[in-house]
């Protein structure tokens, strides 16, 4: 595979399959037990879960005073971390949404996987805000109800938009997801030979026919979700970002922070995509469906978005300077040289460097080498949302009330536990639906689709 | 088997390109009551069966168009109309700061009821008693092959003659389906005791749930501690310190902000001997000691300092400050008059500070040499 010809179309899954082995290789996880491999990697998750679990019990025993977070730093871990998660959710509704319209048919083999993960990312991503107010079970307090207070929510505070905002995503990722999910729900009902298992896909393919009057208005249905998702997964980290820019504090009041958001969570959100589809492929045979082209197409997008991030990273700069805002040009040189200096410089080399690797296209096809970039993005792209929460914070405009952020072992614990929560929920995912979307990747196999026509 | 009532004959193809075929021969051969199985969309089928367009379009404009209005209700109601409040000196009615908003809750209700008017109206789902569930040809459409399926109520159907046109058109498998007896002797019955035990059942675990959630938990450990917490509150009895209150006395000779203690408390004589004025008379200290004399003064002792007050006999009219006593008094002893009061005048020292005292003794100095003037003045 070292040499390939750009200028030509290749079919997106290898070696023409025929159809009934696509749907062979993709249900087989469901029906064989687990092996010994995945008891460890449970295992592991779970107890990074459990870690998690007990360091926010102690939390809401004690008090939120276990956390790091002072008094100039009011946003330490939680927010930081539900930024973090929120970006990465966002390549799953990219997959799904953007590149179908755009009609790249590569997606048809990553979609559904994404879309699993935006889905797990953004329920963890959710937990975040509800522990940083301290008292999660009152969060009832953010939607507009008529209550004994008399008191609306505030609709013109960026806060609230966020509510709205990764509410209104989680539910319409899910509903995309369910409905890729009915025909591959009808295939496995007539496939299995479990008498329970056929109940459960029944009732969820909602009695699907796979008949054409349907796929017609299902594939309508499908264009009309992409639509919405599109303009939906670019609002929601514009808004996360207008949590910071919609304020007066310094390096956070710009106006660069919407797109540059966006840009850094499709990039982290393809590193983690990428991670564990190397995985996937590799332990499920699917090598011939998520083939190396597309994981080059991804290793691209991540390289153009870490340099839409890098620039951004550069404007910043160059508009605190060009602006002459006193406190902004401290608060940037600050980030670079301030006691922040290291967390700012582990961003710069992972998130602007490390992807520059990308330009080689022997890099670019290396499964270990791409590994590792997107792990360096990902903790890159960590330390990004550490870095803006933090440093500003910590030295605004008054030095009188300047401080220094230093996380707990609690916030560690809850770090980890997110951890945990996510890829426990991508093990049970991989053992319970299709990874793969069977109807899609069954669309672009080679010989799939009528030879005449004008399409 | 004869009284088995039949849904439809099915046929079954191998490639995309025999089921296009198949498909436009069906709907030229004038069935209109007929489908078309794949395991995927296949290109060019809506066409060959000559599908009208969806319109499932038209749904997602109207729920659409709909959570657009029901948002900026929303908003608008609550945030203009029933409690307005000032946010960032902007309008009740800020359009801009609403529209993250509504722009949210128009992709959400259009992107649910699209879905759920796609699944009820349009297909009307859940259907898992439909008789093509469970038969051999659903199987293979639902894997690799593709199939067309005339049903018994088109108006131009005679079993013959579809078995025959389907074999003309290249068909293999060519099997009926009939309806299943059971699914369609079957009815529901509403008023069974286990279904309505059940919604009983269910009523009960919401309802107590609910109360014990809202009514009980709440006021449990952790839960209840916004409401207990380790804290002073003035006017309660104090466990923590000895003599039983929350409230702190001062250390001993604290003394407020911006104050000096009074030396010559009771002693007016100590005052008028010892006090020097240490502001000087010029004209920028005399505008100071008018401004604060009309203010503090004049009410009681007129702009002029002849005791003729403004408040009508309200409260008793001092004397003038053009006496002779007054003028032989030292800015020393008039300084404890200000400090301490004098008969029914009270102390001004709250409100009045030490220059702007020294400065009001200036100037009702200039007010006193100005009808007792001396020879001097006037070179």
Not at chain 1, 199 to 209: D, N, T
Request: proline share 5%.
């Amino acid at each position: 595979m070292s040499s390939v010809d750009y200028t030509k179309e290749y079919s997106v899954v290898e070696g023409s399959p025929r159809l009934s082995e696509i749907e062979d290789i993709i249900i087989r996880p469901l029906n064989v037990k687990p092996d010994k491999k995945f008891y460890m990697a449970i295992s592991v998750t779970l107890t990074m879960l459990l870690i998690g679990v007990i360091s926010l019990g102690v939390s809401f025993y004690y008090g939120t005073g276990m956390w790091g977070n002072n008094n100039p730093v009011g946003w330490g871990f939680p927010i930081v971390n539900f930024v973090f998660w929120v970006g990465i959710g966002h390549a799953g509704t990219l997959i799904s949404a953007i590149l179908f319209l755009f009609r790249q048919k590569w997606r048809n083999g990553i979609a559904r996987f994404a879309e699993g993960m935006t889905i797990f990312a953004v329920m963890t991503a959710g937990i975040f805000p509800l522990i940083h107010v301290g008292r999660p079970w009152l969060a009832g307090y953010l939607f507009p109800y008529p209550n004994q207070h008399s008191l609306w929510v505030n609709f013109t505070s960026p806060l609230l938009w966020d509510v709205f905002a990764v509410s209104t995503y989680f539910t319409v990722s899910f509903i995309f997801w369910y409905v890729g999910l009915i025909p591959d729900f009808a295939t496995m009902r007539d496939k299995t030979t479990n008498a329970l298992k056929k109940v459960i896909y029944s009732v969820f393919s909602l009695g699907w026919r796979h008949s054409n009057r349907h796929w017609q208005n299902y594939e309508m249905v499908y264009l009309i979700l992409a639509g919405f998702a599109t303009p939906l997964v670019l609002s929601v980290h514009t808004i996360v970002s207008f949590d910071f820019a919609v304020s007066v504090l310094p390096g956070w009041h710009t106006t660069i922070f919407p797109p540059y958001f966006v840009a850094g969570a499709v990039f982290s959100g393809f590193a983690m995509v990428q991670n564990v589809l190397i995985f996937i492929r590799k332990i499920f045979d699917m090598e011939h469906i998520i083939t190396l082209d597309t994981l080059e197409k991804m290793n691209k997008i991540m390289m153009l978005t870490g340099m839409l991030v890098g620039y951004a990273y550069a404007m910043e700069f160059f508009i605190a300077w060009y602006g002459g805002v006193e406190a902004e040009q401290f608060a940037f040189v600050n980030r670079a040289f301030g006691p922040y200096a290291w967390a700012y410089w582990i961003m710069v080399s992972c998130n602007v460097l490390s992807p520059q690797l990308f330009w080689f296209k022997k890099v670019r096809r290396t499964i270990p080498a791409m590994f590792a970039i997107a792990v360096f993005i990902n903790v890159g792209m960590w330390f990004e949302r550490f870095v803006i929460t933090v440093t500003s914070l910590s030295r605004d405009f008054l030095p009188s009330s300047w401080g220094y952020y230093s996380p707990t072992l609690v916030d560690f614990g809850i770090l980890i536990g997110s951890f945990g929560m996510f890829f426990t929920l991508l093990l049970l995912f991989t053992k319970t639906l299709p990874v793969v979307s069977i109807a899609e990747v069954k669309a672009v196999v080679d010989g799939a689709q009528p030879t005449h026509g004008d399409h | 088997m004869s009284e088995r009532i039949l849904y439809s004959y099915t046929g079954l193809f191998d490639t995309p390109d025999e089921i296009i075929g198949a498909a436009s021969k069906t709907a030229e051969a004038g069935y209109t009551k007929f489908d078309v199985n794949t395991p995927y969309p296949v290109h060019g089928m809506d066409d060959a069966m000559k599908l009208p367009p969806s319109k499932l379009g038209y749904a997602s404009l109207v729920f659409g168009l709909s959570g657009t209005i029901a948002a900026i209700l929303l908003i608008v109601i609550t945030t203009v109309v029933d409690y307005p409040n000032i946010i960032g000196g902007k309008p009740f009615f800020s359009l801009p700061a609403f529209i993250p908003i509504m722009f949210e809750i128009t992709v959400l209700s259009a992107s649910i009821a699209t879905v759920v008017t796609m699944i009820i109206v349009f297909f009307k789902f859940p259907n898992n008693a439909h008789p093509m569930h469970d038969t051999d040809y659903m199987k293979a459409v639902s894997s690799s092959r593709y199939g067309v399926s005339i049903q018994a109520d088109d108006k131009i159907f005679s079993e013959d003659q579809v078995k025959d046109f389907l074999n003309s058109i290249g068909a293999k498998d060519i099997s009926p389906i009939y309806y299943d007896d059971e699914e369609i002797n079957f009815k529901h019955n509403v008023l069974d005791l286990k279904f309505i035990g059940g919604l009983f059942l269910l009523a009960i675990i919401v309802s107590g749930t609910t109360y014990f959630a809202l009514n009980k938990l709440m006021y449990m450990t952790p839960f209840n501690w916004m409401m207990e917490q380790d804290k002073a509150i003035v006017q309660s009895t104090s466990n923590f310190f000895e003599d039983g209150t929350n409230m702190r006395v001062p250390v001993e000779a604290t003394i407020a902000r911006n104050t000096k203690p009074y030396k010559f408390k009771n002693d007016p004589e100590g005052a008028a001997k010892f006090l020097v004025n240490p502001v000087p008379g010029n004209e920028k200290n005399l505008e100071l000691g008018k401004k604060k004399f009309n203010i503090y003064c004049s009410p009681c002792h007129d702009n002029y300092g002849k005791g003729e007050s403004r408040l009508r006999g309200q409260f008793p009219n001092p004397p003038s400050l053009h006496s002779q006593k007054l003028r032989d008094w030292s800015d020393g002893r008039i300084y404890h008059v200000i400090m301490e009061g004098q008969n029914v005048m009270p102390s001004y020292s709250s409100q009045i500070n030490e220059t702007e005292r020294w400065a009001i003794i200036n100037y009702v100095r200039a007010l006193q040499r100005s009808l007792n003037a001396k020879e001097s003045d006037l070179q």
